[in-house]
């Protein structure tokens, strides 16, 4: 089991991603040059995907308070209080790439991950969203795409048991080449029991509970280097295969050892694996973590450190307790059949440190590790505006009815039935407006009058054309959906889909969206909770359409008093209200 | 009313079902875990909706050969009222309790809906509050709900009126178009011969309240409530 | 010891996924394709080292659990 | 000509199903198990009689539907 000894070279730093200057302040920070491990801690932890490096900047603009929020950006979910010390847990995460490579689990494990993120806190899911992206109808790939995410959202959700109550999905060319699967989930907490990442108490145990850990999504081109020989000419697959199953049991266990006072903090190991969630956990907390990676359960033989730390195997969630609650966790753990291992202590040095059979295998100080976490002001451009076109200049030859008929059977609007019956969305006896059935979903609090709104929506045209104005419609129409059922807005989560930031022209489009939404928010007391970004949609140079997508949860006193779209009645009125 | 509701790894409609037995009987039922071996005291145990053990390899087979599925039968062979419902189905099919499977959706995808189902047989304890012919509207959630048994034992299902629920439209027409799954004969649910096991795949649990589903499920488990009761 | 278990529908059991399969691939383009039928395939590594013993074994495994008798027949086939 | 297709999980790849059916078998008090590993099985009737152009039909049929090669092998043989 002795440590694998590689050489970094430049060819071996360019491969993990990181610029010629990150790695200058890796070589400032240690002191000396990085092993292998500590080479790819820092690649994670600097990559877009962790360290939001070209959004940060402009994402900070964002209105995120309110009397109703509890916890804004930054933890694993926005939290709002929604009365009677009731707490709504929501977030949104994209899983565009892997779907696209493989529809079925890239969706699913999409899912599995939202999902993850909801009861880390805390709080059990109680409804799931989606918001989809295709390319034209016609194109060869995007009949099997649309069954295949479809299937994976529906394989996932409906094992889990959690209703799949809402989405929305376009069709556009732009997408042909990479679809955006975006999946929502809301959670329902009690306020003074949520949970957060932040460790604390020096010696205190650290344990990972859930599945094993494989070799599940370590990159390719990495694992190519010579060390690393042992197979390589089988390329690493770069999409997971999920395990709803687990991921229900995991569920289950956490919230029964969440009903205890034993958890001191813990987080869900996402897509950075047990590096993201150890470096988070002890960066929040001011202290450091030792890890004996060794004690980590493995679903394969002959792991290594490096693998270890950089595997994104899902349904895994890492813990600190309080000292001596070790066997009650476990056996909470052994009734759910699930793995759980003491892997670590938390310590007061202040670094991440990795043992290997008692060898260190890297040691890292944790806060330059993450305050050096690059951040750039990316230049932009502005979108230059386009003309407004008025209805009047645009002939139609179409009677109006035929125009209907024609609105009504295009790809955007037509029924989604096909879609929403594939989900289970009626497993809780709760929804209460199902979709199809109003302008947002409604679902009721169990044993409860009252009932959460939820919708996700976007309108990707409207922000090519100008994206501060469709920024700031997304934000609009996820406020008119809710309301329209009778509820109260309360707040926001966004999914930012846009294509390669180092180009001005789409880095203009994100910072006119972040500006709409920014100033809708404000304007509507609808602040923004939690979030995630996903830039670089390209194929061949071939950006997708901005694509911020909105997720909106509202409040509802009495759901008795929610109002669908349908006409219950011969001899109502219409009204017509708005400009 | 001592109601048991069996929990395997991977259910997830057992709230569902306690509500629905709760409503109708005033008493809310217990969970037993899948570990247990004896469930010797209760008056009905109900095998709920879910993925046990993720549905992997079959439907309810991993269910279908645990230790408490051994008492289910043991208390189902004393006469016991045993109810499965979905998932709970495809368990005591699995588990040889009652005839035939569950096939994967004639579609080939999963079904999320609120559908109707017509009663064949007003009979004790399962369908003693609902006329035979009605029609009830009550929802449906599966990927495995395709009911399939060779033509004799279909016909001796019919021959001995053990066949209790057909998919059939809201005026209670039973025909192609209606059967949603690709099941037998419209086949939605069965009995035993001693009558005292029924399966079935739609949910009248969640068809329990005006405000989501609707109570049309409800008969079902007021059924119960009154037979066994009494 | 390594086995392999295939676990196929009886023959007159109808078979939605490889119809379903046979359609697409007719889609795709391909010619003269006949009866598509999907079936499962299991691994599985025993400790066992004596053959007869191992096949006694997998044969319950496969009556208990791994296949339904009713719709299914199963052929197992001991790997080394 | 009647052709197997076997489609399995590439090694490295979680195998949910495979896992839980290694832990009902030992439920069921089944010793020695090792890893248990769920794969598909797929058969297909041909009209093409060339051998040699029936697997290089084959082996597309994988690559484009029957197999998704980022997280599965596929192995083809002809029966007969
Ligand atoms: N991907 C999806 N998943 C679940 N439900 C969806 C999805 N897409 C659309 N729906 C549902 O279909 C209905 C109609 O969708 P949409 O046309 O987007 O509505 P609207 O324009 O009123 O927001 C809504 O109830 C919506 O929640």
């Not at chain 1, 010696?203 to 509970?209: E, I, L, Q, R």
Request: aromatic letters at 6%; hydrophobic letters at 40%; charged letters at 20%.
């Amino acid at each position: 089991m002795s440590l694998p000894q590689v050489d970094i070279t430049p060819e071996i730093v360019a491969e993990h991603g990181l610029t010629s200057d990150e790695y200058k302040t890796v070589l400032d920070i240690l002191g000396r040059a990085p092993n292998i491990t500590e080479l790819g801690i820092f690649s994670v932890m600097w990559s877009e995907h962790c360290s939001y490096k070209s959004s940060r900047v402009w994402l900070k603009t964002l209105p995120t308070e309110g009397p109703q929020v509890i916890q804004g950006p930054g933890e694993n979910a926005g939290v709002v209080d929604i009365g009677d010390g009731d707490a709504a847990v929501f977030k949104i995460e994209s899983h565009n790439h892997p779907s696209f490579i493989e529809p079925y689990q890239g969706a699913a494990t999409g899912v599995g991950g939202i999902m993850r993120d909801v009861f880390t806190m805390g709080a059990r899911p109680i409804a799931n969203l989606n918001a989809l992206r295709f390319g034209e109808p016609a194109h060869a790939k995007t009949r099997h795409l649309v069954s295949g995410v479809v299937a994976g959202i529906g394989g996932y959700g409906n094992c889990m048991g959690i209703p799949t109550v809402g989405g929305e999905v376009n069709f556009d060319k732009a997408y042909n080449g990479n679809i955006l699967v975006n999946a929502m989930t809301v959670g329902l907490a009690r306020t003074d029991k949520i949970f957060y990442s932040k460790a604390s108490g020096i010696g205190n145990p650290v344990v990972y509970v859930g599945s094993k850990t494989g070799r599940d999504g370590i990159h390719g081109a990495t694992m190519a280097s010579a060390e690393f020989s042992e197979d390589s000419e089988e390329k690493r697959p770069t999409v997971q295969v999920g395990d709803p199953f687990t991921e229900k049991l995991l569920l289950e266990a956490c919230l029964e050892l969440m009903a205890t006072d034993a958890i001191v903090s813990i987080q869900d190991m996402g897509a950075a694996g047990l590096t993201s969630s150890s470096v988070e956990m002890a960066d929040k907390g001011g202290v450091g973590i030792e890890l004996e990676l060794d004690k980590v359960p493995m679903r394969e033989e002959g792991m290594t450190p490096y693998e270890l730390m950089l595997s994104e195997s899902q349904e895994r969630m890492l813990m600190v307790l309080k000292p001596g609650r070790e066997a009650e966790a476990k056996a909470i753990f052994d009734k759910w059949e699930l793995d759980f291992a003491v892997v670590g202590t938390v310590t007061d040095t202040g670094n991440l440190t990795l043992k290997w059979y008692g060898e260190t295998a890297g040691e890292i100080p944790v806060a330059p590790l993450v305050d050096a976490s690059p951040m750039y002001e990316r230049p932009w451009e502005p979108t230059p505006s386009s003309p407004v076109v008025k209805s009047e200049d645009v002939a139609s030859s179409l009677s109006a009815g035929a125009a209907l008929k024609k609105l009504m059977a295009s790809p955007d609007l037509c029924s989604r039935r096909w879609i929403w019956e594939q989900y289970d969305h009626l497993i809780g006896g709760e929804t209460v407006q199902t979709p199809g059935a109003a302008d947002s979903a409604i679902v009721r609090l169990p044993g409860k009058s009252k009932a959460l709104a939820v919708t996700v929506d976007c309108t990707p045209r409207y922000c090519l054309a100008d994206p501060i104005t469709g920024g700031a419609q997304a934000v609009a129409e996820a406020w008119r959906n809710i309301t329209a059922t009778g509820a109260k807005p309360l707040a926001i989560t966004n999914n930012m889909n846009f294509g390669n930031p180092e180009r001005p022209r789409i880095m203009g489009q994100f910072v006119g969206a972040v500006k709409g939404m920014s100033a809708a928010a404000k304007t509507l007391d609808f602040p923004v909770v939690s979030g995630n970004v996903s830039l670089y949609n390209e194929t061949n140079g071939e950006a997708i359409l901005p694509t911020p997508v909105i997720g909106g949860v509202g409040l509802i006193e009495d759901a008795a008093n929610s109002v669908g779209l349908g006409l219950t009645e011969t001899g109502l009125i219409l009204i017509l209200i708005g400009e | 009313m001592k109601a048991a509701i069996t929990v395997f790894p991977g259910t997830n409609r057992e709230r569902d079902m306690a509500d629905a037995l709760e409503r109708a009987s005033g008493t809310r039922p217990t969970m037993v875990w899948h570990g247990e071996r004896d469930l010797s005291g209760y008056d009905l145990i109900v095998v709920p909706g879910g993925f046990s053990y993720g549905d992997y390899l079959r439907c309810g087979a991993m269910a279908g050969n645990s230790p408490i599925l051994r008492a289910v039968k043991e208390q189902a062979d004393r006469g016991v009222t045993v109810l499965g419902v979905c998932n709970g189905f495809q368990i005591l099919t699995e588990t040889g309790l009652l005839p035939g499977v569950l096939l994967r959706n004639a579609g080939l995808k999963f079904i999320c809906k609120m559908t109707h189902i017509r009663c064949e047989k007003s009979a004790a304890p399962f369908t003693g509050k609902l006329t035979q012919g009605q029609v009830s509207r009550v929802a449906v959630a599966h990927n495995e709900g395709n009911y399939y048994a060779d033509d004799e034992t279909l016909d001796m299902l019919e021959g001995e009126g053990r066949v209790v629920f057909r998919y059939c439209d809201d005026r209670g027409n039973v025909s192609d178009a209606t059967n949603l799954n690709g099941s037998q004969r419209n086949i939605a649910g069965i009995v035993n011969k001693r009558g005292n096991v029924l399966g079935m795949m739609p949910h009248p649990e969640n068809a329990i309240d005006p405000m989501a589903g609707g109570t049309e499920g409800l008969p079902i488990f007021q059924s119960l409530a009154t037979a066994i009761l009494a | 010891m390594k086995a392999n278990v295939t676990v196929t529908l009886k023959r007159g059991v109808l078979d939605p996924q490889g119809k379903a399969i046979g359609h697409a691939l007719e889609g795709l383009g391909f010619d003269g394709i006949g009866e598509v039928r999907q079936g499962k395939l299991i691994e599985v590594e025993l400790a066992e080292t004596d053959r007869a013993k191992a096949e006694a074994a997998l044969d319950e495994m496969c009556r208990k659990l791994l296949a339904n008798t009713v719709i299914e027949d199963y052929r197992i086939e001991i790997a080394e």
